[in-house]
């Protein structure tokens, strides 16, 4: 699907523990003090019913009554349609208004996240996978967040929160290997790499420079 017209839209991507929540709402600060009027930080999944109820599967508090959670293909779908809504309802309004979307996580979190739990080592649940999401309004830029998955381990173990459906170790780094590939598999897309590691200052400014080398002119 084609970009927006208006407005920048702008994607926060990485395992969990990368960063991407600090960083979203680092950047949409950074952007308002720059003095963009229209800023709008956002994620997935969203606030919206679908995504609520995903939040509800991923911590454990929705169960089928065999106590299993849902396969990968029912969370694609769900993740699907929860993007659907968000982009209705949150992220083309604000292109639209000539404003600045940064979502936290968008199609490829599910590119890497239902792919890899998938099993079925990739391809095959890749192509699916992109052609549930074949309209979603494309980012003008995605920015991986790269952190070895032990630190990721580490920043997570500190939060003290119970882990969350896809946060085991092992699953941790095949989806590390996966983002350091994201772009073989969104071809056309822009996807800048960056080194997640260090300060949230230090992390911020680079990620600061692959937004502008997206949108300033040089
Ligand atoms: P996360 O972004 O870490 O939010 P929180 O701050 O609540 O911990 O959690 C979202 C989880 O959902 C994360 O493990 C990635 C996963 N996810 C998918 O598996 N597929 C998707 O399409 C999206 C958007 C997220």
Same mark, same amino acid.
């Given at each position: 699907m084609a970009q927006p017209v208006r407005g920048r839209f702008v994607v926060v991507e990485g395992i969990d523990g990368a960063g991407t929540t600090t960083q979203t709402a680092r950047l949409a600060d950074r952007l308002r003090v720059d003095g963009l009027a229209l800023v709008r930080a956002t994620r997935e999944? @969203?606030?919206g019913p679908i995504g609520s109820m995903v939040r509800q599967i991923l911590t454990g508090r929705i169960v089928a009554p065999e106590g299993r959670a849902p396969g990968w293909a029912t969370m694609a779908l769900l993740f699907a349609a929860d993007r659907v809504d968000h982009v209705e309802s949150t992220i083309e309004p604000v292109l639209a208004a000539g404003g600045v979307v940064l979502s936290d996580r968008y199609d490829a979190s599910s590119l890497a996240y239902q792919s890899v739990s @998938? +099993?079925? +080592?990739g391809d095959d649940a890749v192509e699916w996978i992109r052609s549930l999401n074949r309209h979603a309004v494309r980012p003008h830029i995605t920015i991986v967040l790269d952190v070895a998955p032990d630190l990721a381990a580490a920043r997570r173990e500190s939060r003290g929160e119970p882990a969350q459906l896809y946060e085991q170790n092992e699953v941790q780094r095949a989806l590390a290997l996966f983002y350091r590939n994201l772009a073989k598999h969104i071809p056309g897309d822009r996807i800048v790499i960056v080194? +997640?590691? +260090? @300060?949230v200052e230090t992390v911020h400014d680079r990620v600061y420079a692959a937004y502008q080398s997206a949108f300033i002119p040089r």
């Open positions: 999944p @969203s606030e @998938s +099993g079925r +080592g080194d +997640g590691t +260090g @300060s």
